[in-house]
Structure formats: structure tokens, C-alpha cells
């Protein structure tokens, strides 16, 4: 039998009610049922403080983003749902990606990143559905050593977007599928 595929689903958006979160978990379901081994993980969960030089070189990588790093480092890729920022990857996503990137004792290069997929979404309250992060994200990815695979998908009208139990349209819902078969069949 063929290794199961692993991702991580992830939201750069640690909000309570996020509708990225909302779109993380929808495309998790989606790729669950596509067979993908899943990982879903919610950013609150890894509070860490901004990036500071300092604090790494008295005490290492916080706790939170040594758990993050392991578990991203254990993945064949991953499914990222973000929001932008005045155009730009926000802030939480950055940082993560700035902890995590950081090397230590003997390891070889970004070992959470490197030779790594991504698929990309975003939702926003706009009309345009965040659309203008993601060749933003790509380029960021592209310097962790993630390559990112064509086609994303947007959720404009976010509010509108998630029924009460954060269920997407059937649109939206096969724009999520033949994004997560695309990274499937990259990571191959
Ligand atoms: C600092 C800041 C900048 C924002 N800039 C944009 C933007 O450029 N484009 C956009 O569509 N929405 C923008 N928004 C609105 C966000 O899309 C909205 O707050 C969204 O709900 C955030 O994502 P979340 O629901 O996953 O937390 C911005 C919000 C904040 C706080």
C-alpha cells in the first residue's frame, strides 16, 4: 500500500471566529476525504512571542514553535488559508514561518520547509477575497524552499461564505477539492 500523504491544514489567522479557520477546517474535511492524511492546526494554539534574536540566542526557539516546527517538518505538505494584511501576509504567519525557519544543532537547511508543496486560499470580508496575499505568500514560501502549486482558491463575502456548521457552497467546496488533488498529485 502507497504511504498515506501527509499536510498540514493551517490558518495564518489565530481570530476565534476567523473565517480563514472556517476555510482551513472545510478544506481539512475536503481533504480528508480525499484520502490525504491531515493534519489540522489552529495558531492560537502556538503563541509565541515576535520574532527577536535576541531570545533565541539566551534561549532557543519557544516551546510553541519547537511543537510547531516538529510537526510541520513531519509533513509532505501543506494547505494554507490566509487573510491579507493591507495586501500582505499577515503578520502571525510571518513570525511562525520566521521561528520555524530557524536552524539548530545539526540540522541540514529549513527542515519544516524545504522540498515542501503548499496549495493557497484566502477569505475575506471583500469582495476580493484576499486575493491579493497570495503571490505574496508564494514568493515567502518560495524563499522557505516551498514550492506552490498552480490554482487557489478565494472566498470573498466571507460572511456570507460558511453555513452555521462552517460549511462551504458546492462551489467553493470543488475549488477546495481540485486544489487538494493538485497538491496530492505534486507530492505524488
Ligand atoms: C490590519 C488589517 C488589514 C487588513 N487589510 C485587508 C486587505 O488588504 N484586504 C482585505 O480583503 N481585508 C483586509 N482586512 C480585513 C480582513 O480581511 C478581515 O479582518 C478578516 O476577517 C481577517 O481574517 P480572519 O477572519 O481569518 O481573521 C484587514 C484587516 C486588518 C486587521
Redesign the pocket.
Given at each position: 500500500m502507497a504511504k498515506a500523504i501527509k499536510i498540514a491544514v493551517f490558518?495564518?489567522?489565530?481570530?476565534r471566529?476567523?473565517?480563514?479557520?472556517?476555510?482551513a477546517k472545510a478544506a481539512a474535511t475536503i481533504a480528508e476525504e480525499q484520502e490525504l492524511d491531515v493534519t489540522l492546526i489552529d495558531l492560537a494554539d502556538f503563541e509565541a512571542p515576535v520574532y527577536s534574536g535576541d531570545i533565541e540566542a539566551d534561549s532557543g526557539l519557544p516551546e510553541s514553535m519547537q511543537k510547531l516546527k516538529t510537526i510541520l517538518a513531519s509533513q509532505d505538505g501543506f494547505l494554507i488559508?490566509?487573510?491579507?494584511?493591507?495586501?500582505?501576509v499577515?503578520p502571525l504567519l510571518v513570525n511562525c514561518f520566521s521561528w520555524v525557519s530557524r536552524t539548530e544543532g545539526d540540522e541540514q537547511g529549513m527542515i519544516a520547509f524545504e522540498g515542501k508543496m503548499a496549495g493557497l486560499m484566502?477569505?475575506?470580508?471583500?469582495?476580493?477575497?484576499?486575493i491579493?496575499?497570495l503571490p505574496r505568500l508564494r514568493s515567502t514560501l518560495a524563499d522557505l524552499g516551498v514550492m506552490v502549486v498552480p490554482g487557489f482558491v478565494t472566498v470573498?463575502k466571507?460572511m456570507q461564505a460558511f453555513d452555521d456548521n462552517g460549511a462551504v457552497s458546492e462551489d467553493v467546496a470543488a475549488s477546495i477539492s481540485a486544489l487538494a488533488e493538485r497538491l496530492k498529485d505534486a507530492i505524488g
Open positions: 490558518a495564518g489567522s489565530a481570530r471566529e476567523s473565517f480563514n479557520k472556517k476555510l488559508s490566509t487573510p491579507e494584511y493591507n495586501g500582505h499577515p484566502a477569505a475575506s470580508p471583500g469582495g476580493l477575497g484576499g491579493r496575499v470573498p466571507a
